[in-house]
Nanobody, 122 residues
Framework: QLQASGGGSVQAGGSLRLSCAAS????????VGWFRQTPGKEREFVAT????????WYVDSVKGRFTISRDNAKNTVSLQINSLKPEDTAVYYC?????????????????WGQGTQVTVSS
């Protein structure tokens, strides 16, 4: 199972650090991604990282503000979110990919965490 945590309510310009922890299984050989979803909209890709952290990529709207990282020894993946904007408000989900390289399509992900709410006020 995957457990996402670290969400909260912050003002625009603030920062949060989301964490995704795996329990019962390791995802050290898998790409891991973060997605987000708001009511009435489809889940949106945010960022992904390859199994060894050697490659990561982001949706254009978060580049330069979000940083994904991983610690395979701790079986965790983090998403550092800086310069938050109201449009970043969403439930954020982490997921473990079928592949080692990570992906931007949600169809490439097998296991999903339960989500953590991020709310940004202006």
């Amino acid at each position: 199972q995957l457990q996402a945590s670290g969400g909260g309510s912050v003002q625009a310009g603030g920062s949060l650090r989301l964490s995704c922890a795996a329990s019962g299984r390791t995802f050290s050989n898998n790409g891991v991604g973060w997605f987000r979803q708001t009511p009435g909209k489809e889940r949106e890709f945010v960022a992904t990282i390859s199994w060894n952290g050697g490659y990561s990529w982001y949706v254009d709207s978060v580049k330069g503000r979000f940083t994904i990282s991983r610690d395979n020894a701790k079986n965790t993946v983090s998403l550092q979110i800086n310069s938050l904007k109201p449009e970043d408000t969403a439930v954020y989900y982490c997921a473990s990919s079928y592949s080692s390289s990570g992906a931007s399509s949600s169809r490439m992900y097998r296991y999903w965490g339960q989500g953590t709410q991020v709310t940004v006020s202006s």
